[in-house]
């Protein structure tokens, strides 16, 4: 068993462990939980969300990347389900790249042009006031090729699946 003392603050990035129970196994000492930090924060660009305000815990946390501080529960553990879209996005990218890698690049180049490409369109995202709709209508053409692509994942179809789709209608052998 540990002791705590009041002007301490325990930051917990356990999944599931309410501030509340946090507080009674830490008290007296204050208490904030955290969504698991990721390999991005290793390089200082990963999110990280916060509950509640704290002032130590906020500090610690922007070593790490930039810190989403939410006011209730509820609204901090939507932000934490952004934990395994990380992981999921981690795994479309791995996806990516083997499908242009088994497509004819080399696995450094797959490596960098998935890389480039979605931190083009993040960075985008954080710099544009268009919103999310205006952007997608500006980039989605009717009957393109990216409605094609979504079509095979609303369909329930793997990314390598929409990506051989539009390979084969844009190289003739649809």
């Known amino acids: 068993r540990l002791n705590y003392r009041a002007g301490q603050t325990i930051l917990s990035a356990m999944a599931g462990v309410s501030l509340e129970l946090l507080h009674e196994l830490v008290a007296p000492a204050d208490a904030a939980v955290s969504m698991m930090p990721g390999l991005a924060n290793a390089?200082?660009?990963?999110?990280?969300?916060?509950?509640?305000?704290?002032g130590p815990a906020f500090d610690l946390l922007s070593q790490l990347g930039p810190v989403h501080v939410y006011d209730t529960q509820q609204a901090f553990t939507a932000a934490s389900v952004m934990g395994a879209f990380s992981g999921m996005s981690t795994l479309m990218m791995r996806d990516a790249m083997a499908w242009f890698a088994a497509n004819g690049l080399t696995e450094d180049d797959a490596r960098r042009l998935v890389a480039e490409t979605l931190k083009g369109n993040a960075t985008m995202l954080l710099e544009t006031?268009?919103?999310?709709?205006?952007?997608?209508?500006?980039?989605?053409?009717?009957?393109?090729?990216?409605?094609?692509?979504?079509?095979?994942?609303?369909?329930?179809?793997?990314w390598a699946a929409a990506l051989d789709s539009v390979h084969k209608r844009i190289s003739g052998t649809n």
């Open 129 to 158: 006031e268009l919103t999310m709709d205006e952007v997608a209508r500006g980039v989605v053409t009717p009957g393109g090729i990216t409605e094609q692509g979504r079509k095979v994942l609303d369909a329930g179809g793997s």
């Open 43 to 54: 390089l200082n660009v990963g999110p990280s969300a916060l509950y509640p305000d704290n």
